[in-house]
Protein backbone atom coordinates (compact mmCIF):
# COMPACT_ATOMS: atom_id res chain seq x y z
CA UNK A 1 0.00 0.00 0.00
CA UNK A 2 0.78 3.44 -1.02
CA UNK A 3 -0.21 7.12 0.53
CA UNK A 4 -0.63 8.95 -2.36
CA UNK A 5 -0.70 13.00 -0.81
CA UNK A 6 -1.59 15.83 -3.38
CA UNK A 7 -1.45 19.24 -3.07
CA UNK A 8 -3.46 20.95 -5.17
CA UNK A 9 -4.95 23.96 -5.98
CA UNK A 10 -8.32 25.39 -3.56
CA UNK A 11 -10.49 25.80 -6.83
CA UNK A 12 -9.59 21.75 -8.02
CA UNK A 13 -10.75 20.04 -4.51
CA UNK A 14 -14.82 19.05 -5.73
CA UNK A 15 -13.39 17.92 -9.21
CA UNK A 16 -10.63 16.11 -8.18
CA UNK A 17 -12.24 14.72 -4.85
CA UNK A 18 -15.31 13.54 -7.56
CA UNK A 19 -12.78 11.78 -9.73
CA UNK A 20 -11.36 9.79 -6.72
CA UNK A 21 -14.66 8.96 -5.98
CA UNK A 22 -15.73 7.59 -9.06
CA UNK A 23 -12.43 5.77 -9.43
CA UNK A 24 -13.17 3.73 -6.60
CA UNK A 25 -11.45 5.33 -3.73
CA UNK A 26 -13.24 4.53 -0.62
CA UNK A 27 -11.61 6.84 1.89
CA UNK A 28 -9.78 10.22 1.82
CA UNK A 29 -8.66 12.73 4.15
CA UNK A 30 -9.39 16.41 2.93
CA UNK A 31 -7.20 19.52 4.39
CA UNK A 32 -7.01 23.21 3.96
CA UNK A 33 -3.39 23.90 4.05
CA UNK A 34 -1.25 27.25 3.46
CA UNK A 35 2.17 26.47 1.40
CA UNK A 36 4.93 27.58 -0.82
CA UNK A 37 6.81 25.71 -3.54
CA UNK A 38 9.77 27.32 -5.38
CA UNK A 39 8.38 30.54 -6.26
CA UNK A 40 8.12 31.80 -2.75
CA UNK A 41 6.64 35.26 -2.33
CA UNK A 42 6.35 35.80 -5.93
CA UNK A 43 2.63 36.66 -7.31
CA UNK A 44 0.62 33.84 -7.98
CA UNK A 45 -3.17 33.74 -8.92
CA UNK A 46 -5.73 32.48 -6.37
CA UNK A 47 -9.47 31.96 -7.49
CA UNK A 48 -8.79 35.11 -10.36
CA UNK A 49 -7.43 37.36 -7.88
CA UNK A 50 -3.15 37.87 -7.63
CA UNK A 51 -1.43 37.50 -4.63
CA UNK A 52 1.96 38.42 -3.39
CA UNK A 53 2.36 35.55 -0.02
CA UNK A 54 4.86 33.80 1.25
CA UNK A 55 2.15 31.39 2.12
CA UNK A 56 -1.30 30.54 -0.66
CA UNK A 57 -3.43 28.62 0.51
CA UNK A 58 -4.17 24.97 -1.08
CA UNK A 59 -5.75 21.74 -0.29
CA UNK A 60 -3.69 18.51 0.83
CA UNK A 61 -5.69 15.59 -0.37
CA UNK A 62 -4.80 11.96 1.34
CA UNK A 63 -5.36 8.55 0.13
CA UNK A 64 -4.41 4.99 1.05
CA UNK A 65 -4.19 2.60 -2.03
CA UNK A 66 -3.03 -0.59 -3.42
CA UNK A 67 0.03 -0.54 -4.88
CA UNK A 68 -1.72 -1.70 -8.55
CA UNK A 69 -3.79 2.09 -8.43
CA UNK A 70 -1.37 4.47 -7.66
CA UNK A 71 0.06 5.08 -11.24
CA UNK A 72 -3.94 5.53 -12.39
CA UNK A 73 -4.70 7.87 -9.51
CA UNK A 74 -1.40 10.06 -9.98
CA UNK A 75 -2.61 10.30 -13.89
CA UNK A 76 -6.06 10.82 -12.91
CA UNK A 77 -5.05 13.88 -10.26
CA UNK A 78 -2.49 15.24 -12.76
CA UNK A 79 -4.64 15.31 -15.90
CA UNK A 80 -7.29 17.51 -13.33
CA UNK A 81 -5.09 19.25 -11.24
CA UNK A 82 -2.75 20.42 -14.15
CA UNK A 83 -3.58 24.34 -15.59
CA UNK A 84 -0.03 24.56 -16.67
CA UNK A 85 0.73 27.81 -14.15
CA UNK A 86 2.68 27.89 -11.57
CA UNK A 87 1.26 26.80 -8.66
CA UNK A 88 -0.37 23.44 -9.47
CA UNK A 89 0.98 21.62 -6.72
CA UNK A 90 2.56 18.17 -5.89
CA UNK A 91 2.15 14.94 -5.63
CA UNK A 92 4.32 12.84 -2.78
CA UNK A 93 3.74 8.70 -2.47
CA UNK A 94 5.18 7.25 1.12
CA UNK A 95 5.00 3.78 1.77
CA UNK A 96 2.59 2.68 4.29
CA UNK A 97 3.05 -0.63 6.19
CA UNK A 98 -0.08 -1.41 7.52
CA UNK A 99 -3.75 0.10 8.01
CA UNK A 100 -6.24 -0.92 10.97
CA UNK A 101 -9.98 -0.77 10.79
CA UNK A 102 -10.73 -0.46 14.41
CA UNK A 103 -14.40 -1.17 14.12
CA UNK A 104 -13.57 -4.84 12.63
CA UNK A 105 -9.78 -5.30 13.65
CA UNK A 106 -9.37 -6.03 9.07
CA UNK A 107 -5.41 -5.26 8.48
CA UNK A 108 -3.66 -4.54 5.42
CA UNK A 109 -5.61 -4.13 1.77
CA UNK A 110 -8.87 -5.45 3.05
CA UNK A 111 -8.95 -2.46 5.51
CA UNK A 112 -8.36 0.10 3.30
N1 LIG B 1 9.31 20.47 -1.22
C1 LIG B 1 8.09 20.60 -0.71
N2 LIG B 1 7.83 20.13 0.53
C2 LIG B 1 6.59 20.25 1.08
N3 LIG B 1 5.56 20.83 0.46
C3 LIG B 1 5.76 21.31 -0.77
C4 LIG B 1 7.04 21.23 -1.43
N4 LIG B 1 6.92 21.80 -2.64
C5 LIG B 1 5.65 22.21 -2.75
N5 LIG B 1 4.96 21.93 -1.62
C6 LIG B 1 3.55 22.21 -1.36
O1 LIG B 1 2.89 22.23 -2.64
C7 LIG B 1 2.26 23.49 -2.84
C8 LIG B 1 2.32 23.87 -4.28
O2 LIG B 1 3.63 23.83 -4.72
P1 LIG B 1 4.03 24.51 -6.09
O3 LIG B 1 4.08 25.99 -5.92
O4 LIG B 1 3.13 24.02 -7.16
O5 LIG B 1 5.48 23.89 -6.24
P2 LIG B 1 6.79 24.44 -7.03
O6 LIG B 1 6.74 25.93 -6.89
O7 LIG B 1 7.95 23.81 -6.32
O8 LIG B 1 6.61 23.96 -8.42
C9 LIG B 1 2.98 24.44 -1.91
O9 LIG B 1 2.14 25.52 -1.54
C10 LIG B 1 3.31 23.56 -0.73
O10 LIG B 1 2.17 23.46 0.11
MG1 LIG C 1 5.28 27.30 -6.89
Same mark, same amino acid.
Given at each position: ????????? #????????????????????? %?????????????????????????????????? #????? #????????????? %??????????????????????????????
Amino acid at each position: MKKIEAVIR #VEKLEEVTDALEKFGCPGMMV %THIEGHGRQKGIVEQFRGREFKLNFIPKIKIEII #VKDAD #VDKIIQLVSGIAK %TGEIGDGKIFIYPVENVIRIRTGEKGEGAV
